[in-house]
């Protein structure tokens, strides 16, 4: 267990924190887990405040940040970039600084491509607090975090020789980031698993990220492969992972994009790709999903899905990185 985490920064965790960090996260979130459903109170952050940044649309990542700073007993405060004078050219170094003296820590969700990480990494040198990402255009890694401890109450802390298929799946809502499945490739490879990467040709994730998939795979004596071909990814699979994102490294056009997502609809789960997994495998997504596009009402509502722990697990792995990283 590593007990000395106070200040540290949680802007790509599964890339950045050891594996033993990170085990002691998960086993916090469990104890603050337990804490909440008997309710024995864990104000461990009274009096501080976590500045909330957000320069994009989220449901769960504000409620479950907002929700658990509160039982942590401190306060959250929303911080939206449309309405303040972030819109009229407060810089990323001035946030940090500034910010970083009102708060206690500053979380920040700044997707754009090619630039959100850059513009977290920039607060983060600024502040004197720990900053936490909420997601970036590289990297999501609370979401993961969270994918981890619900697979692991599934399926047990050992996960060597569990098969997690990765999947690219078709959505015509917007060009998604490739935070998720790259974060998802980035831990699940450090704990053993059989980790598969499956999308179209156009729907590549960045080439340095799979290459340390591979090597991640490689020290922890599991497997990564990339696979084209939806149904094989969801042989044998034991947790199946399939989600729209975009082709950021074949085209940031929105027509383009458009056109080549519009080569894969049938990239959807239904219940004969889910038969193709094993008996019990689980359907994970990080949601919002689009309905009956990516992914049928009969799969998404269905006995395999765990898609609502997954987004409760948000909550106390959040609250386990805020306690260790925000305490006094
Ligand atoms: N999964 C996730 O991050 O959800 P939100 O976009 O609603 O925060």
Same mark, same amino acid.
């Given at each position: 267990m590593?007990?000395?985490?106070?200040?540290?920064d949680s802007? !790509? #965790?599964?890339?950045?924190?050891?594996r033993?960090?990170?085990?002691?996260l998960?086993d916090?979130a469990w104890?603050l887990?337990?804490?909440r459903?008997?309710?024995?109170?864990? %104000?461990? *952050?009274?009096d501080?405040?976590?500045g909330? *940044?957000f320069?994009?649309?989220?449901t769960?990542t504000?409620a479950?940040f907002?929700?658990?700073?509160?039982?942590?007993?401190?306060?959250?405060m929303?911080?939206?970039s449309?309405t303040?004078q972030i819109?009229?050219?407060?810089?990323?170094?001035?946030?940090?600084?500034i910010?970083?003296?009102y708060?206690?820590g500053i979380?920040?969700?700044?997707?754009d491509?090619n =630039?959100g990480n850059?513009?977290?990494?920039e607060?983060?040198?600024?502040s004197?607090?720990p900053?936490?990402?909420?997601?970036?255009?590289?990297?999501?890694?609370?979401q993961?975090l969270a994918d981890?401890?619900?697979?692991q109450?599934k =399926?047990?802390?050992?996960l060597?020789?569990k098969?997690?298929n990765?999947?690219? !799946?078709y %959505?015509?809502s917007?060009?998604?980031?490739?935070?998720?499945?790259?974060?998802?490739i980035l831990?699940?490879?450090?704990?053993?698993? $059989?980790?598969?990467?499956?999308?179209?040709?156009?729907f590549?994730?960045?080439?340095?990220?799979?290459e340390?998939a591979?090597? $991640?795979?490689?020290?922890?004596?599991?497997?990564f492969?990339v696979?084209?071909?939806f149904?094989?990814g =969801?042989?044998?699979?034991?947790?199946?992972?399939?989600?729209?994102?975009g082709?950021?490294?074949?085209t940031e056009?929105k027509d383009e994009?458009s056109?080549l997502?519009k080569?894969?609809t049938?990239?959807?789960?239904?219940?004969?790709r889910?038969?193709l997994? $094993?008996?019990?495998?689980?359907?994970?997504?990080? *949601?919002?999903a689009?309905? $009956?596009?990516?992914?049928?009402d009969e799969?998404?509502?269905? #006995?395999?899905s765990?898609?609502?722990?997954?987004?409760e697990?948000?909550?106390?792995?959040?609250?386990?990185?805020?306690a260790?990283?925000?305490?006094?």
């Amino acid at each position: 267990m590593q007990t000395d985490l106070r200040g540290r920064d949680s802007i !790509a #965790p599964e890339l950045e924190w050891t594996r033993d960090e990170i085990d002691t996260l998960l086993d916090v979130a469990w104890d603050l887990k337990r804490k909440r459903a008997v309710g024995e109170p864990h %104000a461990y *952050l009274r009096d501080k405040v976590l500045g909330l *940044l957000f320069f994009f649309t989220s449901t769960r990542t504000r409620a479950s940040f907002e929700s658990g700073m509160a039982q942590l007993g401190g306060h959250a405060m929303f911080i939206d970039s449309e309405t303040t004078q972030i819109s009229h050219g407060d810089t990323a170094k001035e946030i940090g600084e500034i910010i970083g003296r009102y708060t206690d820590g500053i979380a920040i969700r700044q997707c754009d491509w090619n =630039f959100g990480n850059q513009y977290i990494r920039e607060v983060a040198a600024a502040s004197r607090v720990p900053v936490l990402n909420m997601q970036c255009d590289i990297f999501h890694p609370f979401q993961i975090l969270a994918d981890m401890m619900t697979i692991q109450e599934k =399926f047990g802390r050992d996960l060597r020789g569990k098969t997690i298929n990765v999947s690219y !799946a078709y %959505a015509s809502s917007y060009q998604k980031p490739l935070s998720v499945p790259q974060s998802l490739i980035l831990l699940m490879t450090r704990y053993g698993m $059989n980790v598969r990467l499956t999308h179209p040709p156009e729907f590549g994730l960045m080439p340095d990220i799979v290459e340390q998939a591979r090597e $991640n795979a490689r020290q922890s004596r599991g497997s990564f492969e990339v696979l084209h071909d939806f149904d094989e990814g =969801f042989k044998g699979a034991d947790i199946v992972y399939p989600k729209s994102w975009g082709c950021w490294m074949t085209t940031e056009d929105k027509d383009e994009s458009s056109k080549l997502g519009k080569k894969y609809t049938d990239w959807i789960t239904d219940s004969r790709r889910m038969a193709l997994a $094993n008996p019990d495998a689980v359907y994970m997504h990080c *949601l919002p999903a689009d309905r $009956n596009i990516e992914v049928t009402d009969e799969v998404i509502d269905g #006995p395999q899905s765990i898609v609502y722990d997954e987004a409760e697990n948000r909550l106390h792995v959040q609250k386990a990185a805020m306690a260790l990283t925000m305490r006094s």
